[in-house]
């Protein structure tokens, strides 16, 4: 299989019979990765037998997908494998009796669960992993605790067959795989982790160990790594996350920690996050994800239609099913929203200096809906900072963390996690911005030392280091709002001496000082923009000569110089909101007027009008910097 292809490994124009034949092919199967919870119990002996499924790659609440034919009690009790078409579930408990029972369901059609056949005894607390072809059901008790392993061939239906043995018997292990090799790790209070070749048929054989005796947990997989998140020890419920790479023997390392501790929890995956749901010390209805490559603390993703422990869980993507495809020719994959897609508002502020903050937030920018947090900067920072961004990459530069700094963040934009350190500006600076192309991020340094400066700095995005000078704005100010096609980068406005109304414009691939390209409709201070690949957009801001907060949005067409002309109005008048983009939608977020606000308007930026509602930022928040990886043309 190939590897999983990044957003900037896609090429080519399909058209709509190929991107069908892929699909109904079973070649472009990332498309719609789903996870399925069913079963479980919400309450001693309260049993239930529903179904919910949830898009792996979008997060939000599950939704009902259809029953059980036969009402089961906890995942932990039976097990749960899937091929790129079909989830089975198997064992468990039937009646308040064991069961050797399998059932399944077909992931692109909702409903409930069939019949498939049964296995070689009635038990619970087994686990189950698989590839694209097989799965292998593992351990359990009858009520002994059980070494069996057997398997079955998930595209046709029948009973399953002797597969051997595990190294030692145990109950509630957890298994995770590749698309050729089977970890089950734990249960039955054991650290001892085993692994077999998923084609074969023989005994399992010793890998290493996990960080702790543990059973119950939840386990998710790439095509290379196996992660193992919550379960309990023989002392407590833990919500540590720890990993192993599949192809290498070896003990578990650390890896991050669940939002809540908890045990009997179910998780499902696709080849770059995994999802943990529900679970135990009280019952939750929490979903949680990590972004498997990247480990750290796991992230809200929405809520199951009901709180229970113990499901059957599994999906169509897990242990790189998704990874590669089997024609030959490799379609665009969505991540989140897809290549452009992406709007995100960095740091800011939601008070006082007291109220500096490290989060990232994402928005989904073609869908209207709430914020969600992407990670963390490195360190938590306010009074105002810039930001790029390519379409893999984004960095933020400057503001203030105790004192004003000239640091630089960076985070990857395919996947959710933590930034790291970039570099340095050439000065501590607050009150910048930021604009660039695919491959350069320019910033306009604002404010260094308490005084407004003409400084305009750059770096290339994909290359990790400090900024090099690159000319001089027009005019020295701070808070110039920037936005950018691929080839242009214009600021408008800003404080320097006084407020602003002027806009100068530099070619982004060739370092000089700035043009003149015109005026504002009005002058502003802390304004923001964004801009799609022919039309830059600002709004909002602080009027002179008061500092009242400004609702104006004006555009201009980047190719030509010129004034800015009239767009409409956001929703709420507002100085220091930020911006983002796609090639065809602007998203306005946060700022303030008489307090800190965690609106998000939307306008078409083709289509002169005003604002509209588009969601909420997970937190009120100002002053801070905002980028996306679809502005100006990149997507």
């Known amino acids: ?152 061939t998930i595209a046709s239906t029948g009973d399953a067959s002797d597969f051997g043995d595990l190294t030692a018997a145990r109950h509630g292990p957890t298994s995770v795989s590749s698309p050729t ?5 734990g249960g039955s209070f054991s650290n001892v982790i085993d692994t077999f070749e998923i084609a074969t048929t023989g005994n399992s054989t010793d890998f290493g160990d996990l960080t702790a005796s543990t059973r119950f947990m939840g386990g998710v997989s790439s095509s ?16 540590t996350v720890q990993y192993n790479t599949i192809a290498s023997q070896g003990n578990s390392a650390d890896f991050g920690n669940l939002s809540v501790a908890r045990t009997s929890v179910g998780a499902v995956s696709n080849s770059v996050r995994g999802v943990w749901g529900g679970g135990e010390s009280s019952t939750y209805d929490t979903l949680d994800y990590l972004a498997i490559a990247n480990g750290g603390t796991a992230v809200d993703f929405g809520d199951l239609t009901l709180a229970r422990l113990g499901m059957y869980c599994g999906s169509n993507a897990h242990g790189g099913l998704n990874d590669g495809y089997q024609g030959t020719r490799i379609a665009p994959i969505p991540l989140g929203g897809g290549n452009g897609d992406l709007g995100f508002f ?54 203030k963390i105790s004192s004003v700094t000239a640091t630089m963040d960076a985070f990857d934009v395919r996947s ?25 991020g320019i910033f306009a340094l604002g404010d260094v030392g308490d005084s407004s400066v003409d400084t305009v700095e750059y770096i290339t995005i994909a290359t990790i280091g400090d900024t090099t000078d690159f000319g001089n704005l027009t ?89 800015a002309s009239d767009f409409g109005d956001i929703t709420i008048a507002r100085q220091q909101a930020l911006g983002g983009s796609n090639s065809t939608r602007g998203v306005m977020m946060g700022g303030e007027n008489g307090g800190i606000k965690n609106t998000i308007d939307y306008i078409t930026i083709a289509s002169t009008g005003d604002a509209a509602d588009f ?15 679809g502005h100006g043309g990149l997507s």
């Open 346 to 399: 960095v740091a800011g502020e939601t008070g006082s200096n007291s109220g500096y903050q490290s989060r990232i937030d994402v928005v989904q920018i073609s869908t209207l809906g709430n914020a969600s947090n992407y990670g963390d900067l490195v360190a938590a920072k306010g009074r105002g900072s810039g930001a790029v961004c390519s379409d893999v990459r984004a960095v933020q530069g400057g503001g």
């Open 1 to 152: 299989m190939a590897n999983y292809p990044q957003l900037d490994d896609c090429s080519g124009v399909w058209t709509l019979k190929e991107v069908n034949d892929a699909v109904m092919g079973g070649y472009w199967r990332n498309a719609g990765s789903r996870g399925v919870f069913a079963g479980g119990q919400d309450g001693p002996g309260n049993h239930r037998n529903v179904i919910d499924y949830i898009t792996i790659a979008s997060t939000g609440d599950a939704t009902d997908f259809g029953d059980l034919s036969a009402i089961s009690s906890y995942g932990s009790m039976g097990s749960t494998c899937a091929s790129f078409t079909r989830s089975l579930f198997c064992a468990g408990t039937q009646g308040g009796s064991r069961s050797d029972d399998i059932h399944y369901i077909t992931f692109s059609s909702t409903g409930n669960s069939a019949f498939f056949g049964n296995l070689t005894a009635a038990k619970d607390y087994t686990s189950c992993l698989s590839n694209s072809t097989r799965g292998i059901v593992s351990g359990g008790r009858t009520p002994s605790a059980l070494n069996v392993i057997e398997y079955f």
């Open 416 to 440: 959710r996690g933590n930034a790291f350190d970039f570099g340095d500006l050439s000065s501590a600076a607050v009150a910048t911005r930021g604009a660039g192309s695919t491959t350069r």
């Open 224 to 239: 290379t790594r196996g992660v193992f998140g919550g379960g309990a020890t023989p002392s407590a419920t833990v919500g």
């Open 615 to 629: 969601g909420d930022l997970t937190d009120a928040k100002t002053f801070g910097a905002s980028c996306s990886n």
């Open 181 to 185: 090799r089977g970890l089950t790790a």
């Open 475 to 563: 005019v020295a100010r701070r808070n110039p709002a920037a936005c950018s096609s691929t080839t242009r980068m214009i600021n408008g406005g800003g404080y320097g001496p006084s407020y602003s109304n002027v806009m100068d414009y530099v070619t982004i691939a060739s370092a000089g000082n700035s043009t003149d390209f015109g005026d504002l409709s009005a002058a502003r201070n802390q304004l923001d923009a964004l801009s799609s690949s022919t039309r830059g957009v600002w709004f909002g801001g602080a009027l002179a000569p008061d500092g009242s907060a400004a609702n104006t949005i004006d555009y201009v067409t980047i190719s030509s110089t010129g004034d």
